[in-house]
């Protein structure tokens, strides 16, 4: 064994459960004792999967997906361009995955996995996932609206009406109805007291919910909701159920999905009980298109995204996101990817340079490879790897011939009967409505005139005062003691995520 072959083994040697990344390749040649592996305890660690298009990030995903599920790890996975669906059948002894595997001195067992086809809200085949308005928060929705600071306070505001007022917020129609309401001379009374919300931007939020409810959001919004703890399933045979989000009927709605995506996430940080560090993952999540999720957003909400991957950990999920160069990714929750897989990075312009230096300097130094050089000549299934030992140690990076998956390569036959056989589809598949905020504040509407108006209470006479100063009022109002103090009580989860006390 060369020097090279007995330091990455010893490096990546596992005592506990792993599960198998490639060969070790130096000078070009594979070098079959360096054998690397991800221990399964790190695989909660969180990871980054990131390359140019046509690289292999996908099917590192696909692989990486496979593994888990042998070992009996529930897997989420977002499908973008419908390729991932084949994982349920076997693949193709006689494709290319044969011969990388006739290339690692492997033998190719073509296989199927356990897998579960989900849509958002119906749109495309599978299981539809839907979500309350109320439960998808006014962080989240922001995202979606593409609002600023003050918008997204406002829209704060208006979700802490709506729950102390035992209004559901159900699906768009419902939060279009409160936002009418609220602009009307009986609405604005209401929110008077704490701080009200200008008529400008209730314009706005109204202009900006049209787009969303032609652009998908009245299929994702409503019930039944989605219950996460779905996706911690395993089949019969104990393995994990590898569940694929269908994005092809969605790829131009990318903010959409990708803030599905991140509910998915907070929703499983609310739900999960505390578990400290496990032999292995209650489950991993492979975040795909994952730049999204930074592009034009808000402070607050980027700090959110940072506390969810922070603390979501403990909880027994690990996090892998899949986007084209680590810059893509904020640098707090990059410094928190300890497993990384890094495929070709092309430089064909000053910017593409750029990026490859700057990719460079967030893996560890090598004694056997100018990562500089390496990285735009690597081929497709070929990338740098560094993960985290079992010790929690950063191993010694190297370039990696990676395995081949051994599912289909490409999209499932008929995803919509696979899904109509789901033991999910009589739990999601019909739509219910539920009496909610629109027909309660139409009912309520009916008997105003024979109502009086309930006075402002004193303890918010000087946060009415304030909304008479106009716009900026609200954010001055926000800054006050009294404006913080109720942002707390709005901000109960890490992404406001407002349940329902009815």
């Known amino acids: 064994m060369s020097d090279f072959g007995k330091t990455i083994a010893a490096a990546y040697a596992a005592e506990g459960a792993s599960i198998g990344v490639g060969k070790g390749v130096l000078d070009g040649k ?63 002894a006689s494709g290319p995955a044969g011969k990388r595997a006739a290339e690692l001195g492997e033998k190719f067992e073509p296989t199927g996995f356990p897998a579960e086809y989900l849509s958002l809200g119906g749109i495309g085949p599978g299981v539809p996932i839907r979500a309350t308005v109320s439960d998808f928060g006014p962080q989240l929705l922001a995202k979606v609206l593409e609002a600023n600071d003050t918008q997204e306070q406002s829209l704060a505001l208006v979700f802490r009406y709506a729950d102390t007022k035992g209004l559901p917020l159900l699906d768009l129609s419902d939060l279009r109805a409160l936002l009418t309401f609220l602009e009307s001379d009986a609405g604005k009374a209401e929110l008077s007291g704490i701080g009200g919300v200008a008529s400008q931007t209730i314009g706005v939020l109204l202009r900006s919910l049209a787009g969303l409810e032609d652009g998908g959001g009245n299929e ?11 996706l911690l399933r395993t089949a019969s045979d104990g393995r994990g159920v590898i569940s694929c989000l ?46 999204l999720l930074f592009d034009e957003a808000t402070e607050a909400f980027r700090e959110s995204v940072i506390q969810t991957v922070r603390l979501i950990r403990s909880k027994g999920v690990g996090v892998f996101f899949i986007t084209q160069a680590p810059k893509d990714i904020h640098e707090d929750v990059l410094a ?14 000053p910017d593409d340079e750029k990026a490859l230096r700057a990719t460079v300097r967030t893996f560890p130094k090598s004694e056997y490879y100018k990562l500089e050089e390496l990285l735009p000549a690597l081929g497709t299934g070929e990338a740098v790897v560094t993960i985290l030992s079992e010790g929690g140690v950063p191993t010694p990076v190297v370039h990696t011939k990676m395995q081949a998956p051994r599912s289909r390569m490409g999209a499932a036959n008929d995803i919509a009967a696979a899904s109509a056989q789901s033991p999910l589809a009589s739990k999601y598949a019909t739509r219910i409505d539920s009496q909610s905020a629109r027909e309660l504040l139409a009912a309520r509407l009916e008997t105003a005139p024979d109502e009086k108006q309930q006075p402002v209470k004193e303890a918010h006479r000087d946060a009415a005062k304030a909304t008479r100063g106009g716009t900026d009022a609200l954010g001055d109002f926000l800054n006050s003691r009294q404006g913080k103090t109720l942002q707390k009580e709005v901000v109960r989860g890490v992404f406001g995520l407002l349940r329902k006390r009815l």
């Open 336 to 349: 928190q990817l300890g497993n990384r897989v890094q495929h070709a990075l092309r430089a064909f312009t």
């Open 30 to 92: 594979v070098v079959s004792e360096a054998d690397i592996r991800l221990p399964l305890r790190s695989a909660n660690r969180h990871g980054l999967i990131a390359g140019a298009t046509g690289t292999g990030k996908t099917r590192t995903l696909q692989l990486l997906a496979e593994q888990l599920s042998e070992q009996g790890v529930p897997v989420f996975a977002a499908d973008v361009k419908g390729d991932l669906s084949g994982i349920a059948a076997p693949g193709d």
């Open 220 to 230: 994702l919004f409503g019930e039944p909701q989605f219950d996460v703890n779905d």
């Open 246 to 291: 269908e994005l092809p009927a969605v790829q131009d709605k990318p903010k959409l999905f990708s803030t599905a995506l991140m509910w998915l996430l907070a929703e499983l940080f609310e739900a999960l009980p505390e578990v400290g560090d496990l032999e292995k993952p209650k489950l991993v999540f492979f975040f795909d298109e994952a730049h």
